[in-house]
């Protein structure tokens, strides 16, 4: 069973990394390709490519300038991500075991990166998928990455004995369109908050749920449909009569007042 995350624009470079473990990203070349291309625009240039104010291209140009291919003074990426998936993560407080267990069942999908492991060592960037930066013949990264992705998830999807994607990535990373090429069954998550009589999805709370799940996966080591419908931190259940085979909701009445 794997769990597949987005990224967060959020970045976290400057705390103590809690664990020596560190692996190489598997598709370098191809994400120095990327940078290259980022390295050729202005900052003014990269601000509206990504729809950014000019500060933040400023910030993001001088992240392409120093971006290098070796990783040594790198971050995990599982801490160095710090947006709301990856609070419910928790990766901070992970044993080395538990960093071992996130490595075999976790992924991040990256613009940059195409796939990451907890453990691979990244330097600090910003490029959504969504993004619209053109190299070659491809007009936009979906185009640039083809099948690479959707390939490597399913050639390490079948070294597991339960061969499983849990799909808690936005449609941005993970679309229709690349779940078409995946050879193996595809769970989708949902969470949903108590709304006067019925529930619905907030962007917050959703976001945090998500990586609630990657760690519930990671720390009991979950391989079947079964473990992922005993999720239930911080007040959320398994919803039976709102999920099917490949989709799963998971619904909370009141939420922690801590």
């Known amino acids: 069973m ?3 995350l987005s990224p967060s624009k959020n970045l976290d470079f400057k705390t103590k990394s809690v664990t020596r473990k560190r692996t190489e990203p598997m598709f370098l070349e191809k994400a120095e390709i990327l940078i290259d291309e980022l390295r050729t625009l202005k900052p003014r240039q990269i ?10 291209g400023e910030l993001n ?21 710090r947006g709301d998936v990856y609070l419910g993560l928790g990766a901070r407080d992970f ?3 538990d960093f071992t267990s996130a490595q075999r069942r976790v992924r991040i999908l990256s613009g940059l990166y195409g796939v990451l492991r907890p453990l691979d060592m990244i330097h600090p960037y910003r490029l959504e998928m969504g993004t619209a930066l053109q190299y070659g013949n491809s007009k936009n ?3 640039y990455w083809g099948s ?3 390939d490597q998830l399913n050639r390490e999807l079948e070294t597991h004995r339960n061969p499983i994607l849990v799909n808690c990535a936005s449609t941005e990373y993970f679309p229709e369109s690349s779940q078409k090429g995946l050879n193996f069954p595809v769970v989708k998550c949902s969470f949903l908050e108590k709304h006067g009589d019925d529930y619905r999805f907030m962007s917050y709370f959703g976001k945090r749920a998500r990586g609630l799940l990657a760690r519930h996966v990671v720390l009991n080591r979950t391989e079947t449909r079964k473990g992922l419908k005993e999720f239930s931190s911080e007040g959320y259940y398994f919803a039976d009569w709102r999920s099917s085979r490949d989709s799963f909701v998971f619904l909370r009445d009141e939420r922690p007042t801590n």
């Open 47 to 56: 601000a509206n490519l990504m729809g950014i104010s000019n500060d933040l």
């Open 2 to 4: 794997l769990v597949l």
């Open 148 to 150: 690479t992705i959707v």
């Open 61 to 81: 140009a001088d992240r392409y300038s120093n971006w290098e291919l070796n990783t040594r003074t790198g971050r995990p990426a599982a801490l160095a991500f």
């Open 95 to 97: 044993s080395e075991r």
């Open 141 to 143: 990264l979906y185009e």
